[in-house]
DNA sequence: AATTTAATTAGATGTTTATCTAAATAAATT
DNA sequence: AATTTATTTAGATAAACATCTAATTAAATT
């Protein structure tokens, strides 16, 4: 989950808690102090101080009734550094399904019976209609022409077309002569 | 000003922003199947585009009429190295007025008639009082208990309290027999 | 030329958030 | 023990924001 990556942005995104993380970089602060420095209440500044604290970025320590805020400097560092790394990165998109797009194309596409509605002229949405359809085709299995179209009717009659796109997309694989077709790899 | 590190900050500090720019640091994607990868509208999208933008993150590029946004990956290592760097640090707390609490604690001791209401008992507030009245002494000049008492009496009646502080904080010298007072540097 | 498609802008809505005052808590001073 | 002082919590309010639908713009396909 990348919760925690928001809870840090959120909890820098915010100019006087972006002044309080300055001014804490210098040396500790109490509440009071920061209030006058910032030039708001006490209970605005707890706000803002749960916010950092949340994110690990400051904690406090007690002495007397201050409440004395400080840096934590190890911290910021070890986060700042891994923000933009390709683990940090990758972590944001775990839970994105990546196959969203390319259902959402097929419904659109789709019949209820299962059948195209047309066939799009958009190359990416192309692309994923074909990578449909070829899933009706065996790898290594050799097919006439007339296989072919037999099999693509059941999509669209527009055989012709559905047939030359895969071709021209590299899904399917055509003996020069125009005789055998045939698809090299398992699709996804 | 930070207002460029806000927005840069506000920009990240959000779920689905995240999630597009980790996905953008895969490949290029358009409007819409960021929309269908996230599960929002298209105009949601462009909204959080638009942030991420304004942050420089992300650019766009129109391909027909598709927007294919990419990430600045140069300007994101950039930024990120310097995020918390000494300067940007300093940077955020550039227009903090950091006299503003000596002031208060002044403002909240003092009478109309500069004379002081009281003598703070917390050692940060009693720092502040002394650093002001101390004002009245020029350095260099050598003066009797009697002439220091003198000079304390325009603050607070309790001129014994207010000398045994100020040199208790070292902020007034004093001869070993308790005879000479001075003081050695030039306040701020 | 008419239609379809993708993106953006405008406007509406519900949520989050920054801020304040007032009340509650807790520790120190008198 | 009573009072003062600093912080936090609770509750209220107004501004900011994420999201949606509807309307507009602009480009491609038919």
Redesign the interface.
């Known amino acids: 989950m ?2 925690e ?2 809870i840090f ?2 909890a ?4 006087n808690r ?2 309080m ?3 804490l ?2 040396r500790d602060y ?1 509440v ?2 920061l209030a ?4 708001l209440r006490p209970p605005t500044i707890s706000h803002h101080l749960s916010k950092l604290a949340e994110a690990g970025l400051v904690s406090a320590r007690a002495e007397g009734y201050y409440s004395i805020y400080q840096l934590n400097k190890a911290a ?2 070890t986060t ?1 550094r891994g ?2 790394s390709n683990e940090q ?5 775990e839970d ?3 196959d ?2 390319d ?3 097929l419904a659109d596409f789709s019949l209820p019976d299962g059948r195209l509605s047309g066939i799009p002229s958009q190359r ?1 949405k192309l692309e994923v209609i074909l990578h449909h359809v070829v899933k009706s085709f065996k790898p290594g299995v050799i097919y006439s022409e007339k296989q072919v179209n037999q099999a693509l009717a059941r999509f669209h009659a527009d055989t012709a077309t559905l047939r030359r796109e895969l071709v021209g997309y590299g899904l399917m694989k055509r003996e020069t002569g125009g005789r055998a077709y045939w698809i090299e790899r398992v699709p996804g």
Chains 1, 2 share one sequence.
């Open positions: 990348n919760a990556l928001v942005f959120k820098l995104a915010d100019a972006l002044k993380v300055g001014l970089a210098q109490s009071e102090e006058a420095l910032l030039n910021l560092e700042a923000l933009f990165m990758n972590s944001t998109t994105v399904d990546l969203a797009y259902r959402k194309v990416r």
